[in-house]
């Protein structure tokens, strides 16, 4: 391996060391039994199947933008899933539910969020709280990989 490849490469780990989880990978066994622990708004299934992969494009203070493999769940009035928003508060990965989407989503606002939809009237992020995002089937089987970031 050349020079430069080993820089490169020593330079990526350091980056992910650094910042934490890669946004693109998958659930680690770590995240797999932190979802036992779930504080949920009972809208999570933690024993739902991953079946697709979610990756997480842009986190802005008002939206989310991912990026996910077309999903073959069952469609009902125009969505196939919801949207799931779990946020790291005293050491427990607290949320759930907080918007619909539809196959061809790339994207969702946080207004539900910050208006109060279910679990999120008690529960807000501030800027730096370690987040993960999921999206689930309506029939709660299926769900993608979670993906982390920092509220920003």
Same mark, same amino acid.
């Given at each position: 391996?050349?020079? %430069?490849?080993n820089w ?7 980056? +992910? %060391?650094?910042f934490?989880k890669?946004?693109? !990978? ?5 995240? #797999?039994?932190?979802? +036992? #622990?779930i *504080?949920?708004d ?6 739902? *199947? ?6 997480l494009?842009?986190?802005t203070?008002? @939206?989310?933008? &991912?990026? =996910?493999?077309?999903?073959?769940? *069952?469609? +009902?009035?125009?969505?196939?899933? *919801? ?5 790291? %508060?005293? @050491?427990?990965?607290?949320?759930? %539910?907080y ?5 061809s989503?790339? =994207?969702?606002?946080?207004k @539900?969020?910050?208006?109060?939809y279910?679990?999120f009237?008690?529960? !807000?992020?501030? $800027?730096?709280?370690?987040?993960a &995002? $999921? ?16 509220w920003?």
């Amino acid at each position: 391996m050349s020079t %430069k490849t080993n820089w490169w490469n020593s330079l990526v780990e350091f980056i +992910k %060391k650094l910042f934490g989880k890669d946004d693109t !990978q998958p659930d680690t066994n770590d995240w #797999k039994t932190e979802l +036992k #622990k779930i *504080e949920s708004d009972n809208s999570f299934s933690n024993s739902a *199947e991953i079946t697709h992969k979610l990756t997480l494009s842009k986190l802005t203070h008002d @939206n989310v933008y &991912f990026g =996910s493999d077309k999903r073959n769940w *069952e469609v +009902k009035d125009d969505c196939d899933g *919801e949207a799931h928003l779990f946020i790291l %508060k005293d @050491n427990k990965w607290q949320g759930g %539910k907080y918007d619909h989407v539809r196959p061809s989503s790339t =994207s969702r606002d946080f207004k @539900n969020v910050y208006g109060g939809y279910g679990c999120f009237s008690k529960l !807000q992020p501030v $800027i730096g709280d370690k987040v993960a &995002f $999921i999206l689930i089937s309506y029939n709660k089987k299926y769900r993608t990989n979670a993906v982390f970031s920092s509220w920003k």
